[in-house]
């Protein structure tokens, strides 16, 4: 692969969506190399960028790679530019609730006719059903799907430390369309996708409800079940910390033991296999997290990494700003964000042919590609001066503050 060249270069993607999900699928396709350009309402622009709390990071993480177009919709110069941006492009993504972009005529019904090429891209909280005009969230899909309930204990259900469902939601609706180009080369015409935030939500718990129907018995919440390994668990160690530590093999209980001092664990019969340590758990656990509570978290890697087990330190998010191996070259995109600071972000974790994607970006402000773009469109200099003037497109030159 030509390193200067990614895949989807050439390829143009208008994105109508906010929060996390839409977002998330045009991020993937502008890391790939296509040209995203995000059409946002003219002033202020995306709710989404004045989200306080733990939404304050969403918009920066998952439009920092696309531009930023400031537009009018309700009045009719504002659509002519919409819908000769969309005569334009490849692909159209939206996830606004069911008939907003219907009301302006910019639903797929709508411009399939004008723009046979045009792959429309609808994500939304529920595929066609019963539940289909429905509103949903994250949260909303994570309760009623199953994945809150294995998360958190019995009668406290929990959500996910991460908005996984809107994310991944994305990145189908990104499969969805790769697979609509394709056909696209062969058939000449582009299609209706939709990705269902509920519908991804059942595919993450798809396990969950094979063991019942192979078992008899349902899953139970993930803090309560019976692990299919002896030793999967979290330890306290020496020095306040925590360490994830798992035990998945037979031969990786013999190099425990050798590795930990623990010969008489080893020579124990009742022990010598995966399924004789799961029923003996609560005659050797106390003994382990011993072991460990005598250990600094660094001694305890050490043992780990010679023993050749899977384990892990227990981390915050921020942490990861100063992981080794995040450090590595390509791992992270490094982002100017809104207020000027200069930082990075995990970028996309893919390589193809040895070559990463995350390059430099930007966070754009709002309509920071306005006059750029109506450029692209053909209209002239003095068009776009009037249309500035107007308030047809708007351009904010000025940082916008970072939610707190």
């Keep these: 692969m030509n390193p200067a060249v990614k895949p989807l270069e050439g390829i143009k993607v208008i994105e109508f969506s906010h929060m996390v999900m839409g977002p998330t699928c045009g991020a993937v396709l502008a890391y790939l190399g296509a040209d995203v350009i995000k059409v946002e ?6 709710n989404t960028r004045r989200l306080p709390g733990s939404g304050a990071g969403f918009f920066s993480t998952f439009n920092h790679n696309k531009r930023s177009l400031a537009v009018d919709m309700k009045s009719e110069q504002g659509q ?8 334009q492009a490849d692909v159209l993504t939206e996830n606004f609730r069911p008939g907003a972009l219907e009301a302006l005529g910019l639903d797929y019904a709508s411009l399939q006719q004008e723009f046979p090429r045009l792959i429309y891209c609808s994500l939304k909280g529920f595929l066609p059903g019963p539940y289909e005009n429905r509103v949903a ?6 309760m009623m799907g199953g994945l809150a309930y294995m998360t958190g204990p019995s009668g406290r259900p929990l959500r996910a430390g991460a908005p996984v469902n809107d994310m991944m939601g994305g990145m189908f609706a990104v499969i969805g369309i790769l697979a609509a180009l394709r056909q696209l ?3 000449g015409r582009g299609q209706l996708v939709r990705a269902g935030l509920f519908e991804n939500n059942a595919w993450l718990v798809g396990p969950h409800i094979a063991q019942k129907i192979e078992t008899g018995a349902a899953a139970r919440p993930m803090p309560e079940r019976i692990s299919a390994w002896a030793i999967y668990d979290v330890f306290d160690t020496a020095d306040n910390q925590q360490i994830f530590v798992g035990v998945v093999t037979d031969t990786q209980w013999q190099l ?12 124990d019969e009742r022990l010598a296999t995966n399924a004789k340590r799961v029923a003996a758990r609560e005659t050797f656990m106390p003994t382990l997290r011993s072991l460990f509570r005598a250990l600094t978290r660094a001694e305890a890697e050490a043992k780990c990494s010679q ?4 384990f892990a330190p227990i981390k915050r998010p921020d942490e990861l700003l100063e992981d080794p191996h995040m450090l590595s070259e390509g791992a992270m995109t490094p982002i100017t964000f809104p207020n000027g600071e ?3 972000l995990p970028g996309l974790p893919l390589e193809m042919d040895g070559i990463r994607f995350n390059e430099p970006c930007i966070v754009p402000r709002v309509g920071a590609d306005s006059e750029a773009i109506a450029g692209e469109l053909g209209y002239g200099s003095e068009e776009i001066v009037a249309l ?4 047809i497109i708007s351009c904010d030159s000025s940082p916008v503050a970072v939610a707190r």
């Design 256 to 267: 425990f033991c050798e590795v930990f001092g623990q010969p008489t664990m080893l020579a």
């Design 342 to 344: 200069r930082s990075a």
């Design 307 to 310: 023993a050749k087990l899977p």
């Design 80 to 87: 002519a530019l919409v819908r000769r941006l969309i005569g």
């Design 41 to 46: 309402p003219i002033g202020k622009g995306d």
């Design 185 to 187: 080369q062969s058939t």
């Design 137 to 142: 969230l994250d949260e909303v899909v994570q």
């Design 388 to 391: 500035l003037g107007e308030g």
